[in-house]
């Protein structure tokens, strides 16, 4: 059964950092792609970056690269996201994702709060 579970979130001020993680399993973590979404109040669900199975090279959305990192282990199973200089605007549920088989599996997200 495949299972993503978030952590890391939280309230932090503009200009600051967080990391968050994503627990797998259930499935073979090292040969599928991860990818990280969020979704703000009142907006759709939005890419926030993929990691590669194979060499784990990043692709990042416009609104979040250049700050956010995205890496992977593949023997403790986890994929991290390490967000810095925070703005209001990053203010969202943030989702872990994969694709096993066809099929989407979403964790069930953490939240993050961008807010002086």
């Known amino acids: 059964q495949v299972r993503l579970v978030e952590s890391g979130g939280g309230t932090v001020q503009p200009g600051g950092s967080l990391r968050l993680s994503c627990a797998a399993s259930?499935?073979?973590?090292?040969?599928?792609?991860m990818m990280w979404h969020r979704q703000a109040p009142g907006k759709a669900r939005e890419l926030v970056g993929i990691?590669?199975?194979?060499?784990?090279?990043?692709i990042y959305g416009d609104a979040v690269r250049g700050r956010f990192t995205i890496s992977r282990d593949n023997v403790k199973n986890t994929v991290d996201l390490q967000m810095n200089d925070l703005r209001p605007d990053d203010t969202a549920i943030y989702y872990c994702?994969?694709?096993?088989?066809?099929?989407?599996?979403w964790g069930q997200g953490t939240q993050v709060t961008v807010s002086s």
């Open positions: 259930g499935f073979r973590f090292f040969s599928h792609m």
């Open positions: 994702k994969t694709k096993v088989s066809g099929e989407d599996y």
């Open positions: 990691i590669g199975a194979a060499d784990g090279t990043p």
